[in-house]
Nanobody, 125 residues
Framework: QLQFEETGGGSVRPGESLTLSCVAS???????LGWFRQAPGKEFVESEQ???????????YYGDSAKGRFTIFRDHAKNTVFLQMDSLKLEDTGIYYC????????????????WGQGTRVTVSS
């Protein structure tokens, strides 16, 4: 049984940083891992892709809002993926979900049902 457990969320001021962690367990195969987020007032299906990492070659991909500010990295031995978020903005507020992905043409496609319960990030002044 696959499980994804996200931690590291919290409340911060604009310009501050947070690092999220996700432990994936019960894996029967090597998966591409990454993050998406659900903004306040948005439906779950309206979630925005943030970042993912290709397990085969280590390439990383970022949504436009994350480029230059967020960094994704992974500890393969521990099946853990991280998201370092710097220079946080008000619009970064949301529930961040760790998920498994397929990657094609530089686009991260989340695999249905392959995500955790999320960790909440609140950026407010």
């Amino acid at each position: 049984q696959l499980q994804f457990e996200e931690t590291g969320g919290g409340s911060v001021r604009p310009g501050e940083s947070l690092t999220l962690s996700c432990v994936a367990s019960g894996l029967s195969e090597v998966l591409n891992l990454g993050w998406f987020r659900q903004a306040p007032g948005k439906e779950f299906v309206e979630s925005e892709q943030v970042s993912c990492l290709d397990s085969s070659d280590g390439r990383t991909y970022y949504g436009d809002s994350a480029k230059g500010r967020f960094t994704i990295f992974r500890d393969h031995a521990k099946n853990t993926v991280f998201l370092q978020m710097d220079s946080l903005k008000l619009e970064d507020t949301g529930i961040y979900y760790c998920a498994a992905y397929e990657i094609g043409d530089g686009i991260c496609f989340s695999r249905a049902g392959y995500w955790g319960q999320g960790t909440r990030v609140t950026v407010s002044s």
